[in-house]
């Protein structure tokens, strides 16, 4: 038996595979993919469980601050991140989406700097979305990507150098159930990194840039130093110099706002920045809280980007960042163009560039929009704002922010009937989606991913489970939320196409909104619900 053989054994392929996927999921693909679950998940496992115990601490009162046994990296002036890597030095306008055929060449075609290619929160895990996203990118970067859809021809535009890709794979929480290594699913980080660098980090370099990664979801520099070992192992084993890979770290938990410096300081060869996940950054503070009354927040629409902890959020990142010499990327813009309607559309599209021109002027090197209308926004923003690359020389050395601003959640705002309302539409508008396969929904001209829909469902918990009075006198309890919830979920069954899943969206939804049960991540309660597990593939 030969030693590939032999690393094979105890690996099962469960999804179904064609001609296209397979050549992404060949033998030696698979081989890489073995050894990296083989190497690291006991020690992901390991890192999930110290989650667990650190939401027990939270739970009884206890509140994050910064860790006194990483005092020396925070207060040491000498070490710095990466130097900005080639195609990642100006990042002014990211846009972001799935990795569907259609959305990789409008993105690329895009007149942004960079495209992140979403095999997370705006992809629902399908076994094809999660390959076939695979397949994309591989063709993508050889130029291989024009298709024709009916009538229509998709074609990368040759008038310009193309945005540099980035990958954005999944949490370290999520699995991947259709490929097990040793009667156990694979991580869908090592599994959306693994084959995204094994097919194409070689033939990035030989075209100017390099396999780039955006990393969601953490929680501590741990999780960063496992991402780094994984980085070295990957970069050794395919004979690639070490530091080649940059990982963009998204800060969109609480207790990572706590240690910035350290996770930076864990993937400093490998470091592209921070960035500002602002809605999941929201729902990690309702999450983390959830049994602490002080931390009730107001209807969704109150918690902006100035109110206190979010403010401190923001200019900590910058801070650190730039001290650290790497990019401090801001948020989302989420607005969808409003055709029928201009008047609707200019006030949207006016948000759109204050809140550009707020990222900019607080030392932002650049932004994320979720549509290509709205980058010529944000472009002309950054532009005459920002006429360097980037602005790290913006060190930011007049902010001092505090355990205590991270935690003020101090804001002006109530809950109203109208809020509940919209939490249940965007939770279930966006659950129906995922519940077909489909990761990134349009509701109400926003465009919705999975961290909106935890920010809604868990704003809904929060205020159940600490019985919050609305504006309009209403006590919020488990019957009161169920009301609602059936009336929205009628509702919005009723003016869906046929066969549409809102009711069993609302099934899932009901167990969550009571303020008694509450899963770690939507995606991990769904997630069954689109496996599709098959006999075991070929090789």
């Given at each position: 038996?030969?030693n590939a053989?032999s690393?094979?054994e105890?690996?099962?392929?469960?999804?179904?595979?064609n001609?296209q996927?397979?050549k992404?999921?060949?033998k030696e693909?698979?081989?890489?993919?073995?050894l990296?679950?083989?190497?690291?998940?006991?020690q992901r496992?390991?890192?999930l469980q110290?989650?667990?115990i650190r939401q027990a601490e939270l739970?009884?009162?206890v509140?994050?601050d910064?860790l006194?046994?990483?005092r020396?990296?925070?207060?040491?002036?000498?070490?710095?991140?990466?130097p900005?890597?080639?195609?990642?030095?100006?990042r002014r306008?990211?846009?972001t989406?799935?990795?569907?055929?259609?959305?990789?060449v409008n993105?690329?075609n895009?007149?942004v700097?960079?495209?992140?290619?979403d095999?997370?929160?705006?992809?629902?895990?399908?076994?094809?979305?999660?390959?076939?996203?695979q397949?994309n990118?591989y063709?993508?970067?050889?130029?291989?990507v024009?298709?024709?859809?009916g009538?229509k021809?998709y074609?990368l535009?040759?008038d310009?150098?193309?945005?540099?890709?980035?990958?954005?794979a999944r949490?370290?929480h999520?699995?991947?159930k259709?490929?097990t290594?040793?009667g156990e699913?694979i991580?869908?980080?090592?599994?959306d990194?693994?084959?995204y660098?094994?097919h194409?980090?070689?033939e990035?370099?030989k075209?100017?840039?390099?396999?780039?990664?955006?990393?969601p979801?953490?929680?501590?520099?741990?999780?960063a130093r496992?991402?780094n070992?994984?980085?070295?192992v990957?970069?050794d084993?395919i004979g690639?110099p070490?530091g080649?890979?940059?990982?963009?770290?998204l800060i969109e938990?609480i207790?990572a706002?706590f240690?910035?410096d350290?996770i930076i300081y864990?993937?400093?060869d490998?470091?592209?920045?921070l960035?500002c996940?602002?809605w999941?950054y929201?729902?990690?503070?309702?999450?983390?809280?959830r049994q602490?009354?002080?931390?009730?927040l107001?209807?969704r629409s109150?918690v902006?980007?100035?109110?206190?902890?979010m403010d401190?959020y923001?200019?900590l990142?910058?801070?650190?960042?730039?001290?650290?010499?790497?990019h401090?990327m801001?948020?989302?813009?989420?607005q969808?163009?409003i055709?029928?309607?201009?008047?609707?559309?200019d006030a949207a599209?006016?948000?759109?560039?204050?809140?550009?021109l707020?990222?900019v002027?607080a030392g932002?090197?650049?932004t994320?929009?979720?549509?290509?209308?709205?980058a010529s926004?944000?472009s002309?923003v950054f532009?005459?704002?920002m006429?360097?690359p980037?602005?790290m020389?913006?060190?930011r050395e007049?902010?001092k922010?505090?355990?205590n601003?991270?935690?003020?959640m101090n804001?002006?705002?109530t809950i109203?009937?109208?809020?509940?309302?919209?939490?249940?539409?965007i939770?279930?508008?966006?659950?129906?989606g995922?519940l077909?396969?489909?990761?990134?929904?349009?509701?109400n001209?926003l465009?919705e991913?999975a961290?909106?829909?935890?920010?809604?469902?868990?704003?809904?918990?929060?205020?159940?489970?600490?019985?919050?009075?609305?504006a309009?006198?209403k006590?919020?309890?488990k019957?009161y939320?169920q009301?609602?919830?059936k009336?929205?979920a009628?509702e919005?069954?009723s003016?869906g196409?046929?066969g549409?899943k809102?009711?069993l969206a609302?099934?899932?939804?009901s167990?969550?909104?009571?303020?008694?049960?509450?899963?770690?991540?939507?995606?991990?309660l769904?997630?069954n619900e689109?496996?599709s597990?098959?006999?075991?593939?070929?090789?």
């Open positions: 038996m030969s053989d690393i094979l105890g690996v099962s392929i469960v999804g179904a595979l001609d996927t397979r992404i999921l060949n693909a698979t081989v890489f993919l073995a990296l679950h083989r190497a690291f998940n006991t496992k390991e890192l110290r989650r667990n739970d009884k009162g509140l994050p910064f006194p046994e990483t020396h990296i925070r207060e040491n002036d000498a070490w710095k991140g990466a900005p890597a080639p195609g990642l030095v100006d306008v990211e846009i989406g799935p990795t569907d055929r259609k959305m990789v993105a690329l895009s007149n700097w960079t495209y992140m290619a095999f997370e929160d705006s992809s629902a895990p399908t076994w094809d979305n999660m390959i076939n996203g397949v990118l063709d993508a970067i050889r130029k291989q024009d298709f024709k859809q009538e021809e074609k535009r040759t310009r150098v193309l945005p540099t890709l980035i990958a954005r949490g370290w999520l699995e991947e259709h490929f290594v040793d699913p991580s869908g980080s090592l599994f990194f693994g084959l660098f094994f194409n980090a070689h990035l370099v075209r100017g840039t390099g396999p780039y990664y955006y990393l979801k953490m929680e501590s520099h741990l999780e496992l991402w070992d994984v980085f070295n990957a970069q084993y690639m070490r080649t890979i940059r990982g963009t770290v938990t207790v706002a240690e910035m350290e864990e993937l400093r490998h470091s592209a920045g960035n996940g602002r999941d929201i729902f990690s503070v309702i999450k983390k809280f602490n009354p002080n931390f009730v107001p209807d109150a902006t980007m100035t109110v206190p902890f401190a923001v200019k990142l910058i801070k650190t960042c730039h001290r650290r010499g790497v401090a801001g948020g989302m813009a989420a969808i163009p055709k029928n309607d201009k008047e609707a559309n599209m006016a948000n759109v560039y204050a809140d550009k707020r990222e002027r932002h090197d650049g994320w929009v979720a549509h290509p209308a709205l926004i944000a002309e532009n005459k704002h006429p360097t980037n602005q020389f913006v060190r007049d902010v922010v505090t355990g601003d991270l935690l003020n804001m002006p705002g109203t009937e109208e809020g509940i309302r919209k939490n249940l539409n939770g279930l508008g966006y659950m129906e995922w077909k396969g489909i990761g990134c929904v349009p509701i001209y465009m991913d961290a909106t829909a935890e920010v809604s469902r868990s704003q809904l918990w929060q205020w159940c489970r600490h019985g919050i009075t609305t309009e006198g006590k919020v309890d019957a939320a009301k609602l919830l009336e929205q009628d919005l069954a003016k196409p046929k549409n809102y009711h609302a099934q899932y939804f167990g969550q909104v009571t303020g008694e049960d509450y899963a770690d991540f939507l995606t991990s769904l997630y689109i496996t597990i098959g006999p075991a593939a070929k090789l």
